[in-house]
């Protein structure tokens, strides 16, 4: 298989993230959109002051967050009570040994890797199985609700949606089936990551994405240019904000993000090949009309 116009998941565990820019042969947690494959977003987490200018902010260890925020149906959030945390992914202390040892009763462990150990095992953020049950969403869920802005479960659930929604293509029914599970649509877990840490570029990096696959356009710009505001110099972002401009027409920011992504190091080509096809769509049409 040649080069595709994606890259795998690098959503991934580490402070920084880096990524490797080779030409990809197999996508096994991909996202395809209008033919095109999106490339989630590398969320490169700027912690130089994002710690100390948050403290203040981020509601550590408060249990009152509740489900703010409404659905893309109208209905009022919802979801589980709080359990342990809620903790800050974007927070090194919560990656280091010996910090909170007091939640966790000893320093050879850290805070995350305990909730991950026990609920996020890599077969649980593949989708294939829970560590406490077969399915993977209640292990996920209780991920997100100990660390709200937890990247990759935030990943991991959107996937596990997406994936629900394609079997059951009606939101009204897949909706009443998760409110009976108690698990809500991602949209509430987002809003309720951003009322926990409002500082943290990947939350709405990974919302516009759901959003976007949604077909939900200007609501998926809006978070996307939530994420370019916090200063997330990903090369992913802007590749991603130029296929959306693509997706809406917008030939000219579509270009724009596409060369900004290019300058920022993006290896991969698809975006430009999506905007050379409109354009030649719009000129033949634009000769079609004289």
Not at 22 to 39: A, C, D, M, Q, Y
Not at 170 to 184: A, Q
Not at 240 to 249: E, I, Q, S, T
């Amino acid at each position: 298989m040649g080069e595709m116009n994606a890259q795998r998941i690098v959503v991934t565990n580490a402070m920084v993230t880096t990524y490797s820019t080779g030409p990809i042969t197999e996508l096994p947690k991909s996202i395809v959109f209008n033919n095109v494959t999106f490339r989630a977003v590398a969320i490169v987490l700027l912690l130089f002051g994002l710690a100390g200018q948050s403290t203040a902010k981020v509601r550590l260890f408060d249990k009152d967050i509740g489900w703010p925020g409404e659905t893309l149906l109208g209905e009022p959030c919802y979801g589980r009570p709080q359990g342990t945390g809620p903790f800050d992914y974007a927070d090194p202390r919560f990656a280091t040994k010996g910090e909170y040892r007091h939640i966790i009763g000893h320093s050879g462990m850290s805070v995350r890797t305990l909730v991950e150990g026990a609920h996020f095992k890599p077969q649980t953020e593949r989708l294939e199985r829970g560590v406490k049950s077969v399915s993977p969403m209640p292990d996920i869920d209780y991920t997100i609700r100990a660390f709200p802005n937890h990247h990759r479960a935030l990943w991991a659930m959107v996937r596990y949606y997406l994936r629900q929604l394609k079997r059951n293509p009606n939101p009204v029914v897949l909706s009443g089936i998760r409110r009976g599970s108690s698990f809500p649509p991602p949209e509430c877990y987002f809003y309720r990551a951003e009322a926990f840490n409002p500082h943290d570029p990947g939350v709405p990096a990974i919302f516009g994405l759901y959003l976007h696959k949604l077909e939900k356009f200007d609501a998926a710009l809006a978070q996307y240019k939530k994420a370019e505001s916090m200063g997330s110099p990903s090369s992913d972002l802007y590749y991603n904000m130029g296929l959306l401009y693509a997706d809406m027409n917008d030939l000219e920011n579509a270009q724009k993000y596409a060369d900004i992504a290019r300058k920022s190091g993006h290896p991969l080509t698809g975006l430009q090949r999506k905007i050379d096809r409109l354009k030649a769509k719009q000129k033949q049409s634009d000769l079609a009309d004289q």
